[in-house]
């Protein structure tokens, strides 16, 4: 049984997106602990990937600037390691299939097990494809954690009904980043969702305002945020916890 959980028994819960290693390990650490000191409920990590599919320009550039900085997914394991000190938030990882299956699945859980990781999400791995990963996830612990996006449609209750962890219910179609407004009908989403299980689902993608998030929370379970706080990181660098920490306040605030 995970922790997971625990994210959304106080309220509405807020979930910061983070890439490890932008600019370099050290800042990641400090801003985690700066998002948990200011409210965040569960912490999404990311893995950087060659050839992030679903993330706008933004997130890749993080991608890109810790690929470049010499990222590994062993130095990642080792972050977990050092946050799992301190930080008793959930937290889960953000990567690709390919990251996974190139560290070997079975080491890769296990390895997630044993530094104290709740969750995986693997935005390109098909719903059809999760067997894949979702015996090795169940062995060690870990929940396999699906998406619902807006062309979902005819196999959300499919989707709902098998879900672990939470639900991650993307706001728009195409790739992350921020957007001035969403006008996807997610109460319907929600709806079709809420009547296949009582497992937590949270929104993201887009979301970069307290009112935005306010405006989610309010038809879901919670909040998830990446681009925005990946801009203070490209703006601020290694003082970057600081800043991100007081946005994270502003949004839990928001959504409380």
């Known amino acids: 049984m995970s922790k997971i959980p625990s994210a959304f028994r106080n309220g509405k819960a807020f979930i910061p997106f983070i890439t490890c290693g932008d600019p370099d390990l050290e800042t990641t650490v400090a801003v985690v602990r700066a998002a948990v000191a200011n409210g965040a409920d569960l912490i999404e990590l ?3 990937f060659s050839d992030p599919t ?4 933004v997130i890749q550039g993080a991608n890109l600037r810790a690929l470049t900085g010499g990222v590994t997914t062993d130095k990642i394991f080792d972050l977990v390691r050092e946050l799992r000190s301190d930080v008793t938030v959930p937290m889960v990882f953000m990567t690709y299939a390919n990251v996974v299956f190139s560290y070997g699945a079975e080491r890769f859980l296990s390895t997630c097990r044993d530094v104290g990781i709740d969750g995986l999400i693997l935005p390109d791995l ?3 494809e999760k067997d ?3 015996p090795v996830c169940r062995k060690y612990g870990v929940d396999l ?10 196999r959300i209750a499919m989707i709902a009904k098998e879900a672990e962890g939470f639900l991650y219910i993307v706001s728009s179609l195409g790739v992350t980043g921020m957007r001035s407004e969403i006008k996807t009908d997610l109460a319907s989403i929600i709806s079709v969702v809420r009547q296949n299980t009582d497992i937590p689902c949270a929104i993201g993608f887009g979301i970069s305002t307290p009112e935005q ?6 038809l879901s379970d919670g909040a998830i945020v990446g ?10 660098g290694r003082e970057a916890a600081g800043p991100v920490g007081e946005y994270v306040k502003s949004m839990k605030d928001a959504i409380r």
């Open 213 to 218: 998030a306010k405006k989610m929370a309010g």
């Open 145 to 154: 954690i699906s998406l619902i996006a807006p062309t979902s449609e005819n």
């Open 126 to 128: 098909p719903f059809e």
């Open 46 to 48: 990311g893995i950087p």
């Open 132 to 134: 894949e990963f979702l």
């Open 54 to 57: 679903a993330e706008g320009p």
């Open 227 to 236: 681009s925005a706080i990946i801009k203070l990181l490209e703006q601020y």
